[in-house]
């Protein structure tokens, strides 16, 4: 069921379409595709980012939940997180990505915002959700520094959005086509 409910699942697992939009392509045959499972866990969304690479350098950094979180906004706090997820990019995933010079991660930072976990690696196409940046942003950014974006307030644009861009991936889809438009109350008084 939850192999099933995903829309991406047949475009991953598929030879002829798993790297369409990537900026680069293996010559076919020269990779073997795998299906990794992780344990689910819950974590704290204030602190999960989506980082971006492209030509092997560190360009980009976002929140994944695109809610507004006070504590983003202190200038201290932003400067703990860039040189925190930089620093361990640069240690652990830097020399050692073995796949396409651009790419995207997220990160789990720990609760002290000075260590964290990688959760996911994604490729750098317009399939992997931007969040707070456009691929065009990031195709003209420069510096040695990457960016760091933030929601900033309760009015900004994307926590007013209110949805992530692929949200329809976030629950079967059988549970999508029976609720015809509910609300979470409604459809789950009806399974009672």
Not at 60 to 80: H, K, M, S, V, W
Not at 117 to 127: E, I, K, M, Q, T
Not at 148 to 161: E, K, N
Request: with cysteine.
């Amino acid at each position: 069921m939850l192999l099933k409910s995903s829309d991406f699942i047949t475009h991953d697992i598929t030879p002829d379409s798993v790297f369409e939009g990537c900026s680069t392509s293996p010559e076919p045959g020269t990779y073997a595709l795998e299906l990794v499972l992780r344990k689910w866990f819950p974590v704290e969304h204030s602190r999960e980012l989506r980082c971006f690479v492209r030509q092997n350098e560190l360009i980009g950094i976002c929140q994944r939940d695109t809610n507004y979180y006070e504590f983003l906004n202190d200038p201290a706090t932003q400067t703990t997180i860039v040189s925190s997820v930089f620093e361990l990019w640069g240690q652990k995933i830097r020399d050692e990505w073995q796949g396409p010079p651009d790419y995207v991660f997220d990160f789990l930072l720990t609760r002290d915002l000075k260590r964290g976990h990688v959760l996911d690696f994604n490729p750098y196409a317009p399939r992997t959700d931007p969040l707070l940046f456009e691929y065009e942003e990031l195709r003209r950014s420069e510096g040695s520094e990457p960016e760091f974006r933030i929601v900033d307030s309760r009015s900004h644009p994307a926590a007013t959005r209110n949805a992530p861009a692929h949200q329809h991936n976030m629950l079967p889809f059988e549970a999508l086509s029976l609720s015809n438009g509910q609300s979470i109350e409604e459809f789950s008084g009806k399974w009672k």
